[in-house]
């Protein structure tokens, strides 16, 4: 198979990174380039702590101390994969999108002649963190390119 382009949906967690080491490896081994995509589940666009923030100055302070969270956590993920494509000699480009993560997923392979889709596998059961579910159904109607799900690391 012939790939120009690969886009990486990976966002840092232990699943994303395994999805991250392979589209490297693919991309050396093709001589393609990597655009990473890393989406903040629109989960986070609520989250303003109204069940214990009594005013709404409290509550904005609030609201733009999680964004920038938000904004300085998807800074690190980016350096830090532009570090590793770079040692590895790859072309690297990104998008940050907020939203649901299979939706931004179609929307931005959608903008690029990519070949290939890699992405992480769900979390196991028992594994703590957010599960911000890439819909695997929807992705397999709707995306135009193979797509490959790379199994979650064993402990």
């Avoid at 929307?107 to 002649?113: K, M, N, S, Y």
Wanted: glycine share 8%; hydrophobic share 45%.
């Amino acid at each position: 198979m012939k790939v120009k382009k690969i886009i990486l949906a990976s966002h840092g967690t232990d699943g994303a990174r395994a999805a991250e080491l392979a589209a490297i490896d693919l991309c050396v081994e093709k001589g393609a380039s990597l655009h990473q995509l890393l989406v903040v589940p629109d989960f986070w666009k609520g989250m303003m702590g109204d069940d214990w923030l009594n005013n709404a100055v409290t509550q904005i302070r609030f609201g733009n101390y999680v964004e920038s969270q938000l904004a300085q956590e998807a800074a690190a993920e980016l350096e830090r994969m532009t570090q590793a494509c770079d040692q590895a000699g790859i072309n690297y480009s990104n998008t940050v999108r907020l939203g649901k993560p299979a939706i931004c997923l179609l929307d931005v392979a959608g903008q690029d002649d990519f070949g290939l889709a890699v992405i992480g596998s769900p979390r196991p059961k028992g594994v703590e963190g957010y599960r911000s579910r890439m819909d695997l159904e929807l992705l397999a109607r709707s995306l135009t390119m193979s797509l490959i799900v790379v199994p979650y690391p064993k402990p």
